[in-house]
């Protein structure tokens, strides 16, 4: 292979490389984090509404948010599921950070009834979480996702400043943050299958 060649070949694979990001966050995510915003956007508002009911029991709460995450985790299956190939870097990299926010979520929801602290205290954590999850978007998807991690970390100053809100507060801006993302994702990959059929 001669110096032109190798050129050449190189400049080949730094492109598929560099595409390996948009393809994989292209594969049905804008269309689960559209319909994601607005099933997690209802159960935080559900979550405040039960509270303003004054709900004292723990499964209500529990109820609605097991129901809502295995349908949320089934939708990512049934849409993953008819994907060709195996999973890349930054795919794992997306289910690691989502798993572990919803993880993060848990343990931080069963610390904080085991300290006895009302469910009203965790509302402030899962945004204060939700920005680390979309800084660590951003560091593998781009610098705009960091405007969903703005977004959380301030809303969570709000939600401490209007705690009998909180929980309404975070449905608007957890819906808004992943309606935003999920159309961001949606607008490239069509930009991306128009571009492959002018080429």
Known sequence: MNREEATKALELLRS????????TALQNWGVIWIIHAFSNGAAFTATQVLLWKDQQSRLPFIGLWSV??????????????????????????????????????????VVNDLLGLKLLALGPVISVLSAFAFSMMGAIMGRRWYLGSAIFGGASLLMAAFPRYQYLLLGIVWCVAQLVGGVWLEIDKRRRKLGAHLV
């Open 16 to 23: 598929v490389v560099s595409q390996a990001k948009d393809d």
């Open 68 to 109: 809502v995450l295995v349908c949320n985790i089934g939708l990512i299956l049934l849409l993953k599921a008819r994907r060709a190939g195996a999973k890349t870097f930054i795919e794992n990299q997306i289910w690691s950070i989502w798993l572990s926010f919803i993880g993060a979520v848990m343990l931080t929801a």
